[in-house]
């Protein structure tokens, strides 16, 4: 059975820092891209940022480069979002997502084939 289970969310003031962990298993994390994806409320998905586990390969949405950095411990199946500098239109729901597929081939908020519950992160300004 898949699971990816998402934590480090919380509630931290503008211009402070959090790191989100997924926990994956279930599956061949190796072969695997994973992405993190928010949600505010009202808003539609909003992909943040996409690993693509093979090759190591990054990829972030246009509004997080510079400011989060995702990476992987394969050996720990865990990947991570390091998030700095937040801001309060961060506020969201974050879930991470799993594709077999390459994260250049994906659409992150629609196409990934496994999907985690998601963690709540809420700055405060």
């Known amino acids: 059975e898949v699971q990816l289970q998402a934590s480090g969310g919380g509630l931290v003031q503008a211009g402070g820092s959090l790191r989100l962990s997924c926990a994956a298993s279930g599956f061949t994390f190796d072969d695997y891209a994973i992405a993190w994806v928010r949600q505010a409320p009202g808003k539609e998905r909003e992909g943040v940022s996409c690993i693509t586990n093979s090759d190591g390969s990054t990829y972030y949405g246009d509004y997080m480069k510079g400011r989060f950095t995702i990476s992987s411990d394969n050996a720990k199946n865990t990947v991570y979002l390091q998030m700095n500098s937040l801001q309060p239109e961060d506020t969201a729901v974050y879930y991470c997502?799993?594709?077999?597929?390459?994260?250049?081939?994906?659409?992150?908020?629609?196409?990934?084939?496994?999907w985690g519950k998601g963690t709540q992160v809420t700055v405060s300004s």
């Open positions: 997502a799993a594709d077999p597929s390459p994260c250049l081939m994906l659409d992150w908020e629609s196409d990934m084939d496994y």
